[in-house]
């Protein structure tokens, strides 16, 4: 007969059993759905404020890495107080139309891949634990490399700290459900400005991500917006899928 003293021991020090794995799926989907609604009304960026700065970092972290990956620059990185945030970066001409393509499509399409990412890495307690160092680890080095924003220079190594504390000193099981969470809130920052992706302005002056897409290839920004949305979901659904597909 076991202890209940020894039983709650070995529940914060190794891996859930499965019924609060399938607890935790539950509660996961659920603040999918939360985060998603959250983020349509005025009061839910004072709510999720840290996610949305975070959800921010993951948006133009995606579209500096991008311009990056196609041989480009990535200058600097600014975030601000109200959870805006622009990344400044640099490509050939040669690239056009595919290549400003692509990073505009990185910014909203970035997260939920790196948000899959962290939800598959959950299923094994050396690969969570590693994701959450390797991400807090990241805050802290894009700081240094790119952030150029007063903001930034206190909200993202904040941030990072965090998650690596957790990476370094939460029990398993905490681990892996704190990088499912952030996981399940980087997918879902795509929703974080939902009419964003449905509209050709950003601010007075510039085009939206949709609409730079509409201006390289041709078909109309409210057409990459919907596939976007679309792909953000069936990206979260079928990573929680794999990722409990043995729950």
């Avoid at 990956?69 to 595919?98: C, D, E, M, W």
């Avoid at 041709?218 to 990722?243: D, E, H, N, T």
Wanted: proline share 5%; hydrophobic share 50%.
């Amino acid at each position: 007969m076991s202890e209940p003293g020894k039983d709650f021991h070995k529940l914060l020090t190794n891996e859930a059993p499965p019924v609060v794995e399938r607890m935790g799926l539950t509660w996961l989907v659920g603040a999918a759905i939360a985060t998603a609604i959250l983020w349509q009304l005025p009061i839910g960026n004072y709510i999720l404020y840290p996610f949305s700065i975070l959800a921010t970092w993951f948006h133009e972290m995606g579209h500096g890495l991008m311009a990056i990956l196609l041989g480009g620059q990535f200058q600097k990185l600014q975030i601000f107080s109200n959870g805006s945030g622009v990344a400044t970066y640099g490509l050939r001409t040669s690239l056009a139309p595919l290549g400003p393509f692509l990073v505009a499509a990185a910014g909203p399409m970035g997260p939920p891949l790196a948000g899959a990412a962290l939800i598959l890495a959950s299923r094994n307690f050396k690969t969570a634990s590693l994701s959450l160092k390797i991400l807090g680890g990241f805050l802290l080095v894009s700081t240094l490399i790119w952030v150029r924003s007063s903001f930034g220079f206190v909200a993202i190594p904040l941030l990072g700290v965090m998650i690596l504390g957790i990476g370094y000193k939460a029990s398993q099981w905490v681990q892996g459900f704190a990088i499912q969470f952030l996981g399940v809130q980087a997918c879902v920052s795509t929703y974080h400005q939902l009419d964003y992706l449905f509209s050709s302005t950003a601010g007075p002056l510039g085009l939206s991500d949709t609409a730079q897409m509409q201006k390289y290839l041709l078909l109309p920004y409210w057409f990459w917006g919907g596939l976007m949305a679309i792909a953000s979901l069936i990206i979260l659904v079928q990573s929680l899928r794999i990722a409990y597909r043995s729950v």
